[in-house]
């Protein structure tokens, strides 16, 4: 018995493994949707003891998905404290932590059952993989996108200070200035009017539209990368 539900429990390949993994992911899509719209305001009452019914009854079997991978795992205490053994515990811990209780703020972690998706996406596993490749240019990129936002958000300081005094009155409050201006958002809520500040700002954004492609080479070049290893492990 304990060998059958290995198979279909913790093997993706096999026919009724690959049932388990689709029901588990149609249970996370039901339990997403039914916290989406929990939020409706002014429904019936009904509807909302239909919502919740529904939470029961898939945190009830996520509960039960959870204990019957620690009972199949080889490596028990391995497995709880792995990424997807916490994301499965995080996923049924706040409904039992707010059952009887107005915990609006533990009953929002719910949405983490969005992360068990990821055992099962073989698309998101790939990303993972990519992720790990370009993990030292992605700090890097991070690291001077860091120090470019500090000297943006000193240089508008100083050309904007004198002439806005209260949008940019101090080199922490232009650091928000900086982050709109650099991801190209532009809010508005803040701009320059001196000659001086808009021309540093031209500069800003011109460093901005790199700021938003360079790491989506970076993290496209590593998908392709990770692709080749998957396809190398399949054939192996």
């Not at 913790?10 to 993994?21: A, P, Q, S």
């Not at 409050?173 to 021309?199: C, E, F, N, Q």
């Amino acid at each position: 018995m304990k060998e059958r539900l290995s198979n279909i429990v913790l093997e993706h390949n096999t026919f009724w493994g690959k049932v388990f993994d689709l029901s588990i992911q149609f249970l996370i899509f039901i339990s997403l949707l039914s916290f989406s719209f929990e939020t409706l305001p002014n429904y019936p009452p009904k509807f909302y003891s239909i919502l919740n019914t529904i939470e029961v009854f898939t945190v009830i079997l996520f509960t039960i998905e959870y204990f019957l991978r620690i009972w199949l795992e080889p490596n028990k205490l391995r497995f709880i404290l792995s990424f997807y053994g916490l994301i499965d515990l995080l996923a049924i811990l706040p409904f039992y932590i707010s059952t009887g209780l107005d915990l609006r703020s533990i009953r929002a972690l719910r949405l983490l059952r969005l992360f068990k998706f990821f055992r099962y996406s073989k698309t998101i596993q790939r990303m993972h993989i990519a992720l790990k490749i370009a993990k030292q240019e992605l700090t890097l990129f991070f690291t001077l996108t860091c120090i470019l936002l500090y000297l943006a958000a000193v240089g508008i300081y100083y050309f904007e200070n004198a002439t806005q005094p209260l949008k940019f009155s101090s080199i922490l409050d232009s650091l928000w200035w900086g982050v709109a201006t650099l991801t190209t958002v532009g809010y508005g809520d803040a701009y320059p009017i001196t000659a001086g500040g808009k021309i540093f700002t031209f500069f800003i954004l011109m460093l901005g539209l790199g700021i938003v492609a360079i790491p989506a080479g970076i993290i496209a070049s590593a998908v392709t990368k990770a692709r080749e290893l998957v396809k190398e492990e399949d054939s192996d």
